[in-house]
């Protein structure tokens, strides 16, 4: 790819990522006061995070066994409470010490 | 959860920084996948300083290296990017209402899937001091692992990178697990929410959607049923149905 071409592209793909973001936000100043509404904005963080993880999350690593182990380690570290990078980090080492562990049995 | 803290330009710095750690495996990743794939060393750096978003730019690179056209670039990425309407629309009820149309410019940029899920977990309205605390540490850390990844691409272990890939899905499992323990309401929305993303994933007409229309649809969808049968009257979740801990 030439480098014009590039930097045409990656101009493309800058503003398809702002104006998602930018639209909302700079029109959108009033007060929503339907509940339903303003109800479904609130939940709305965590029905798209949870559709955005699962089953997504099975097929973010090498093999489907190491990130079942780190997915299964991340939910019992959030469920207690952990923080976001305690989540991050103890998912991230369960993943390193399954495939470590798949590789010595293979 | 934070209570009652006040929104300082350092308290966003403060919540930034699990962001920011949790962005460094990823934007690494993508550094060094774009170098790998052939891409000059300079390029995923200004598309990390440029776009600001995860799956976004991981799309973008296959698609140019694929050799796709500009129109399929933007169109796919568009779709992906769909889900930072409702994000922004989410926020939009959350910014303090006085604030100037160029300072919501400014936070327009940042409103990452992760910074949104952040903030909107704060109690107050928010300002734009803390904005742009918890921008500026979570931008940092996602420019800098690009740089890191895109410098060191042949350097770390496969095995390594293929752990980094679970890093971001662990930061969002510990934003939505706490709420989803604690409110029958959000229980119930994640695991709708999850139900449908499974269906989109594999079962037949329906895996053909992207997954940018998936996630738009289950979030739709799982979350109106929640504004349905639990209508919240206040700005937080407190109100809703807590289930017995």
Same mark, same amino acid.
């Given at each position: 790819?030439?480098?014009?071409?590039?930097?045409?592209?990656?101009l493309v793909m800058a503003t398809v990522t702002y104006l998602?973001?930018?639209?909302?936000?700079?029109?959108?100043?009033?007060?929503?006061?339907?509940?339903?509404?303003?109800?479904?904005?609130?939940?709305?963080?965590?029905?798209?995070?949870?559709?955005?993880?699962?089953?997504?999350?099975?097929?973010?690593?090498?093999?489907?066994?190491?990130?079942?182990?780190?997915?299964?380690?991340?939910?019992?570290?959030?469920?207690?409470?952990?923080?976001?990078?305690?989540?991050?980090?103890?998912?991230?080492?369960?993943?390193?010490?399954?495939?470590?562990?798949?590789?010595?049995?293979? | 959860?934070?209570?009652?803290?006040?929104?300082?330009?350092?308290?966003?710095?403060?919540?930034?920084?699990?962001?920011?750690?949790?962005?460094?495996?990823?934007?690494?990743?993508?550094?060094?996948?774009?170098?790998?794939?052939?891409?000059?060393?300079?390029?995923?750096?200004?598309?990390?300083?440029?776009?600001?978003?995860?799956?976004?730019?991981?799309?973008?690179?296959?698609?140019?290296?694929?050799?796709?056209?500009?129109?399929?670039?933007a169109?796919?990425?568009?779709?992906?990017?769909?889900? #930072?309407?409702?994000?922004?629309?989410?926020?939009?009820?959350?910014?303090?209402?006085?604030?100037?149309?160029?300072?919501?410019?400014?936070?327009?940029?940042?409103?990452?899937?992760?910074?949104?899920?952040?903030?909107?977990?704060?109690?107050?309205?928010?300002?734009?001091?803390?904005?742009?605390?918890?921008?500026?540490?979570? #931008?940092?850390?996602?420019?800098?692992?690009?740089?890191?990844?895109?410098?060191?691409?042949?350097?770390?272990?496969?095995?390594?990178?293929?752990?980094?890939?679970?890093?971001? #899905?662990?930061?969002?499992?510990?934003?939505?697990?706490?709420?989803?323990?604690? #409110?029958?309401?959000?229980?119930?929305?994640?695991?709708?929410?999850?139900?449908?993303?499974?269906?989109?994933?594999?079962?037949?007409?329906?895996?053909?959607?992207?997954?940018?229309?998936?996630?738009?649809?289950?979030?739709?969808?799982?979350?109106?049923?929640?504004?349905?049968?639990?209508?919240?009257?206040?700005?937080?979740?407190?109100?809703?149905?807590?289930?017995?801990?």
């Open positions: 790819m030439k480098t014009e071409m590039l930097i045409i592209a990656i998602p973001r930018v639209l909302p936000l700079a029109l959108f100043k009033r007060k929503i006061q339907n509940p339903f509404v303003r109800s479904f904005l609130l939940y709305m963080p965590y029905g798209i995070l949870a559709a955005m993880i699962f089953p997504a999350v099975f097929f973010s690593t090498n093999s489907i066994i190491s990130a079942i182990c780190g997915a299964v380690i991340s939910l019992i570290l959030a469920w207690n409470k952990r923080g976001l990078l305690t989540v991050a980090i103890g998912g991230t080492l369960a993943v390193l010490i399954a495939e470590w562990v798949l590789m010595l049995v293979k | 959860m934070s209570d009652n803290k006040k929104l300082t330009f350092s308290a966003g710095l403060k919540d930034g920084i699990p962001i920011a750690l949790g962005y460094l495996s990823v934007s690494f990743a993508f550094g060094m996948s774009a170098v790998s794939k052939g891409f000059p060393l300079w390029s995923p750096v200004v598309i990390s300083l440029s776009n600001f978003t995860g799956t976004g730019q991981f799309v973008g690179v296959d698609l140019m290296a694929a050799g796709a056209g500009l129109l399929e670039i169109f796919t990425l568009l779709i992906i990017n769909l889900r #930072y309407l409702l994000m922004s629309l989410s926020l939009s009820q959350r910014l303090e209402p006085n604030m100037s149309l160029l300072k919501r410019l400014a936070i327009a940029f940042g409103n990452t899937d992760e910074i949104f899920a952040v903030s909107m977990q704060q109690k107050d309205l928010l300002n734009y001091k803390y904005m742009f605390g918890i921008i500026l540490s979570s #931008y940092f850390g996602w420019v800098s692992g690009t740089v890191a990844g895109a410098c060191a691409s042949n350097l770390l272990p496969a095995m390594i990178c293929s752990a980094l890939g679970i890093a971001v #899905y662990s930061m969002f499992i510990a934003i939505i697990v706490p709420p989803a323990r604690k #409110y029958w309401s959000v229980l119930q929305i994640v695991a709708i929410a999850i139900g449908l993303s499974c269906v989109f994933y594999w079962i037949p007409p329906f895996n053909k959607l992207s997954s940018g229309w998936a996630i738009i649809i289950c979030g739709v969808i799982s979350s109106a049923y929640g504004a349905y049968r639990f209508p919240l009257k206040s700005d937080n979740l407190e109100e809703g149905v807590q289930n017995e801990n």
